[in-house]
């Protein structure tokens, strides 16, 4: 939504993401209190509230559900069904998190992981090379199960904790891949990070010793020569970028990779178990890295040009915390071979955080303006030098956001395809094959904004967005399924009530004519309140949206 996105509601509600990489707004799960609100009852869903091009036609498959996340279809057609469990605050009873399994008449077949699962699970993934269904949770750990009939088995343990965890799951030619999100907001240990202050033995970091201690702190995919860029917090001490809390960072000091690692795509060899029936960390590499909060990850369609392109959708820094990145774009990345980098988090889609884009305030020089007043290098304040010149105003003192790293990928990076609008993530994705009347194009969930700000001008979800590829580059948006008016269902004028309202993932039947768009339901929001949202039982749907020709 997600995972405010999906793969985020992580402790500092105000900051939060969409349900795709959902963490970015990912709230503490618990009872808070509701304050004020008054119940809220479900909208109806209508197909003809839903607008989609010429030549396709909109149904409902499944209403009534509890805040369903994502969806995945198997060799026999059912719909293995991700219910999240409650995320956000609400003055309902919901499902707790499990998955429910459909058959393709939508008749309920299964419950699986009701009282397993602890948290709530962004993207789940069918592999067809093994006919196995594998199920993140969000909460450092993957599953798998081997058909309807099949024994929930736990594969992956002891990921890293933060605000962005495990997201989309796929598998190719022999190999599982999983999406880990950058567990920070953009490379600080923030009070705001979810869980970090609290958890003095972090069961990833206890493994992955690294002489900085075992609470919670982002582990990087390759050798990081460090600025020194540190942060006094309100109680005197310095945290360093990719340090835990309270400890500094030194200019020159070298942070040594991990694996598993923080804003990647990972693989393991299918079936390179040890044992006990866990992939061990050792045996993981790094596919992709410089992401920050990935909800979907897709291999095109086999046949195609396409098929060793994997697509990432990719959610933006907040504007938040010690190192505040304003503007920070939704992304949509296609990984072309091993080793790729984004160059998070000292680069936010095509530029780096330096780029005056990042910062909405310059300095003019007093001190006590400075935009980051508590950002130091090495023990230092950090003080730009002035520029050589002056022209004028505008060039006074510097616009930006200090970097992290001070020895760039000598490999160098590579550019989304897409930036899409701030805090609205695509989250889940799927690539169309044939029959779906769009070959080779790429469709994706927009969730939208909870409130990270700025809010646009207009909003720009919620969506089913469509990409196609050009020849000989570049891509085409447009969108392919939206309400009547902008924005989600519940804010709709009531003519126009029973649309969409927060869909998080799309994913395609076997024969390529239908697509399943999984809508996490209503999340009605109000700052005014003592707790500012309210997830409304019973709201979520699975939509179909079917290909009839003729456009």
Known sequence: MRMLTWTMLAAFVAVLPAVGAKADMEAKPGSAQAGDWVKRTPVTPNPDKVVVPSGYKVGVFKAGLDTPSSAAVDKDDNLWVAI????????????????????????????????????????????????????????????????????????????????????????????????LGFPSNSGFADPDNHGWTDIPNDPFWVKHKDGLGTTPHDPVCRDIVHTGLNVRSSDGRLTGALMPVGVPAKPGQVV????????????????????????????MEVYAMGFRNQSGVAFGPKGTKWENALAVSDNGANDV??????????????????????????????????????????????????????????????????????FQRHVDGYRGVPLIVANPNPNGYINPVLEWDSNNPIDGIAWSASNFGANN????????????????????????????????????????????????????????????????????????????????????????MPTPFYTVAKSGVIWTITYTGGN
Request: net charge neutral.
């Open 256 to 283: 040594k990779a991990q694996v598993p690692c923080g804003g990647s795509v990972m693989r393991v060899k299918l079936g390179d178990k040890d044992a006990d029936g866990i992939y061990p960390h050792e045996k």
């Open 441 to 528: 194009n790429l469709f994706g969930a927009v969730y939208g904004i909870l409130d990270t700000g700025p809010e646009s001008l207009i909003p720009t979800w919620p969506l089913v967005l469509r990409i196609e590829f050009l020849e000989p580059t570049g891509v085409k948006w447009s969108r392919f399924a939206q309400n009547i008016d902008p924005g989600p269902n519940a804010y709709q004028k009531p003519e126009n009530r029973g649309g969409l309202e927060r869909p998080n993932r799309v994913v395609f039947s076997n024969d390529g004519k239908t697509m399943y768009v999984v809508d996490y339901g209503e999340v009605y929001t109000n700052f005014q």
């Open 321 to 390: 915390g010690h190192r505040r990145v304003a503007n920070g774009a939704e992304k949509l990345w296609i990984v072309t071979e091993k080793g790729q980098d984004g160059g998070f988090p000292d680069k936010e889609g095509m530029n780096f955080v330096s780029n005056k884009r990042f910062s909405m305030l310059p300095y003019l020089g007093n001190p006590v303006d400075r935009p980051y007043p508590q950002l130091y290098i090495g023990d230092k304040p950090f003080i730009k030098a002035p520029g050589p010149y002056h």
């Open 84 to 179: 999240s469990g409650q995320t956000f605050n609400t003055i309902d009873t919901l499902d707790p998190p499990h998955v429910k399994i459909f058959d393709k008449r939508g008749t309920l077949i299964k419950e699986v992981g009701r009282d397993i699962f602890k948290t709530v699970m962004n993207e789940i993934g069918y592999c067809a090379e093994n006919d196995t269904m594998y199920i993140p949770e969000y909460g450092e750990k993957i599953w798998e199960m081997k058909g309807v009939g099949g024994e929930l088995k736990l594969i992956v343990k002891d990921l890293p904790v933060g605000d962005h965890r495990n997201g989309g799951i796929t598998c190719k030619d022999g190999y599982l891949y999983f999406a």
